[in-house]
């Protein structure tokens, strides 16, 4: 679904990712992890294009999206984003922020909209914030609409960029509940995580990034089992 | 005691009554609220195409050219005096109109334009980023992000600012008179030289200007506690 070849991303002179290639397929939840400042969150922008890649190519159903004459908004259409400070739209109410898209880029009507948005309210346990401007809202609440406002535009794919780091800890497990439902209802899905007990329950694949590479790649208990890569030994011992 | 108050009439008869004087000053008030208002309507609108395209070319890396051209108007006139940018618009620029109104009007909109376009500027960048990445991440375009999202948000931010540039904007039109203009301290001015007395004539074109610029605050005031109330929700 997504092929990602020899991709390179600088800021400035400082290069930040140094060649990644990886082949993301349909149905594949694969998790990202590795140490602050390695390059997880310029990877996943990078699919989406929030940042332009500087080289390398990356492929999406087929089409070039690294390619000039490839329309952005049309691919970001197709591709749900989640952020780790929620980004919901604060001049906008819970219902609004998720109808907003669909309803303007003609996905759906706006009163299949609003059904849909409602519908999905319900799934997470909120039907009665749909009125409710964001700075009324909790931040696993937030991030749990947030997560809705990316399903309602009936993406190909999700990416989470660390969707919990930015929580109360009381929060995390209302919000990876609801991740993990996406899961199970069959969405690819790509999610930069901290949460190494999540992702071994959760990811199809684990894939370890550092400096800018990717080190290592494999099923859950491969990576966290029987890590190979010294980097990996080391950033597990830190991190579990 | 009666001799100031036979001061005091004479001087209110002479700068008002005499040769229907209140008039003068009416017509100044309203040639400088026509000026100040025209002007910021203006300036509101250069101003914010301006500042829209700064922030998407620095976004986007777009609109480099029109970018650069943005920012030399900006150079050009905050870097030069009103009065000036006004003497050239009336004898060079416009030699061939003779409406100092006009001109003055859009002389001080274009100079305006150029302090707007940096309050607006600002005011979009006070907007977290985050914002425009959630609505372009949706495949919502720049411009719809910017219109349904970022200004709305924005616009707090910029309404305040944009009342103190009124302000400024209001006072610093006592320099239209250099293009012939009769606007309210033209009228003082006028009736100061009519009178032979400077002191009713000035004093009281300071106290309109201040009356005007204490009723603007007001209503600024009420403003900003409305958009703050509708922040919290
Ligand atoms: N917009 C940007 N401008 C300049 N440097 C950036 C920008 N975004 C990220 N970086 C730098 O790129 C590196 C990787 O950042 P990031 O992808 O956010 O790492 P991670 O998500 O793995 O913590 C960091 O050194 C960061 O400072
Ligand atoms: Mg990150």
């Given at each position: 679904?997504?092929?990602?070849?020899?991709?390179?991303?600088?800021?400035?002179?400082?290069?930040?990712?140094?060649?990644?290639?990886?082949?993301?397929?349909?149905?594949?939840?694969?998790?990202?992890?590795?140490?602050?400042?390695?390059?997880?969150?310029?990877?996943?922008?990078?699919?989406?294009?929030?940042?332009?890649?500087?080289?390398?190519?990356?492929?999406?159903?087929?089409?070039?999206?690294?390619?000039?004459?490839?329309?952005?908004?049309?691919?970001?259409?197709?591709?749900?984003?989640?952020?780790?400070?929620?980004?919901?739209?604060?001049?906008?109410?819970?219902?609004?922020?998720?109808?907003?898209?669909p309803a303007r880029l003609k996905i759906m009507a706006e009163a299949e909209a609003e059904e849909r948005a409602r519908a999905l309210l319900a799934r997470i346990g909120l039907?009665?914030?749909?009125?409710?401007?964001?700075?009324?809202?909790?931040?696993?609440?937030?991030?749990?609409?947030?997560?809705?406002?990316?399903?309602?535009?009936?993406?190909?794919?999700?990416?989470?960029?660390?969707?919990?780091?930015?929580?109360?800890?009381?929060?995390?497990?209302?919000?990876?509940?609801?991740?993990?439902?996406?899961?199970?209802?069959?969405?690819?899905?790509?999610?930069?995580?901290?949460?190494?007990?999540?992702?071994?329950?959760?990811?199809?694949?684990?894939?370890?990034?550092?400096?800018?590479?990717?080190?290592?790649?494999?099923?859950?208990?491969?990576?966290?089992?029987?890590?190979?890569?010294?980097?990996?030994?080391?950033?597990?011992?830190?991190?579990? | 005691?009666?001799?100031?108050?036979?001061?005091?009439?004479?001087?209110?008869?002479?700068?008002?009554?005499?040769?229907?004087?209140?008039?003068?000053?009416?017509?100044?008030?309203?040639?400088?609220?026509?000026?100040?208002?025209?002007?910021?309507?203006?300036?509101?609108?250069?101003?914010?195409?301006?500042?829209?395209?700064?922030?998407?070319?620095?976004?986007?890396?777009k609109l480099k050219a029109l970018d650069k051209l943005c920012g030399a108007y900006l150079a050009v006139f905050r870097g030069t005096p009103i009065v000036v940018q006004l003497?050239?618009?009336?004898?060079?620029?416009?030699?061939?109109?003779?409406?100092?109104?006009?001109?003055?009007?859009?002389?001080?909109?274009?100079?305006?334009?150029?302090?707007?376009?940096?309050?607006?500027?600002?005011?979009?960048?006070?907007?977290?980023?985050?914002?425009?990445?959630?609505?372009?991440?949706?495949?919502?375009?720049?411009?719809?992000?910017?219109?349904?999202?970022?200004?709305?948000?924005?616009?707090?931010?910029?309404?305040?600012?944009?009342?103190?540039?009124?302000?400024?904007?209001?006072?610093?039109?006592?320099?239209?008179?250099?293009?012939?203009?009769?606007?309210?301290?033209?009228?003082?001015?006028?009736?100061?030289?009519?009178?032979?007395?400077?002191?009713?004539?000035?004093?009281?074109?300071?106290?309109?200007?201040?009356?005007?610029?204490?009723?603007?605050?007001?209503?600024?005031?009420?403003?900003?506690?409305?958009?703050?109330?509708?922040?919290?929700?």
């Amino acid at each position: 679904m997504i092929v990602i070849e020899e991709l390179v991303k600088k800021f400035g002179g400082n290069v930040v990712l140094d060649g990644v290639s990886e082949r993301i397929r349909a149905g594949e939840k694969v998790a990202v992890i590795g140490p602050s400042g390695s390059g997880k969150s310029t990877l996943l922008r990078c699919l989406n294009l929030l940042e332009r890649p500087d080289g390398g190519r990356i492929a999406f159903e087929g089409e070039d999206i690294t390619d000039p004459k490839c329309d952005a908004d049309a691919v970001r259409r197709r591709m749900g984003m989640v952020f780790q400070h929620f980004n919901l739209f604060n001049n906008l109410t819970v219902l609004k922020n998720i109808t907003l898209a669909p309803a303007r880029l003609k996905i759906m009507a706006e009163a299949e909209a609003e059904e849909r948005a409602r519908a999905l309210l319900a799934r997470i346990g909120l039907p009665e914030k749909a009125d409710a401007y964001p700075s009324m809202l909790s931040g696993g609440q937030k991030q749990r609409v947030a997560i809705v406002r990316a399903l309602a535009m009936n993406p190909r794919v999700m990416l989470f960029d660390e969707p919990t780091s930015a929580l109360d800890p009381e929060m995390v497990g209302e919000v990876l509940d609801v991740i993990r439902e996406v899961a199970e209802a069959g969405m690819t899905m790509v999610i930069v995580t901290h949460e190494m007990g999540f992702a071994r329950e959760v990811a199809s694949r684990v894939v370890f990034i550092d400096g800018g590479k990717i080190k290592e790649t494999g099923t859950p208990p491969e990576l966290f089992d029987s890590p190979r890569d010294a980097r990996l030994r080391e950033f597990l011992s830190k991190v579990i | 005691m009666t001799a100031a108050l036979e001061w005091l009439a004479r001087q209110f008869t002479i700068t008002f009554i005499t040769g229907n004087r209140y008039k003068l000053f009416l017509t100044g008030l309203r040639n400088t609220l026509i000026i100040a208002f025209g002007a910021v309507v203006i300036g509101t609108f250069i101003g914010a195409i301006v500042a829209m395209v700064r922030v998407h070319s620095a976004q986007s890396g777009k609109l480099k050219a029109l970018d650069k051209l943005c920012g030399a108007y900006l150079a050009v006139f905050r870097g030069t005096p009103i009065v000036v940018q006004l003497l050239i618009m009336y004898y060079i620029v416009f030699a061939f109109i003779d409406n100092g109104i006009s001109i003055a009007v859009l002389a001080f909109g274009i100079n305006s334009g150029a302090y707007v376009a940096e309050i607006v500027r600002a005011g979009i960048l006070a907007v977290d980023i985050g914002q425009t990445e959630a609505g372009r991440s949706l495949g919502l375009s720049s411009g719809r992000t910017m219109r349904l999202i970022v200004l709305p948000q924005a616009i707090k931010n910029i309404l305040p600012a944009l009342g103190n540039e009124l302000i400024a904007l209001l006072k610093d039109t006592s320099v239209a008179g250099y293009v012939t203009v009769k606007d309210l301290a033209q009228a003082g001015e006028n009736v100061r030289t009519l009178t032979a007395e400077p002191y009713f004539s000035l004093l009281f074109v300071a106290a309109v200007y201040f009356l005007l610029v204490m009723g603007i605050t007001k209503i600024l005031r009420v403003v900003e506690r409305r958009l703050a109330k509708s922040d919290r929700h």
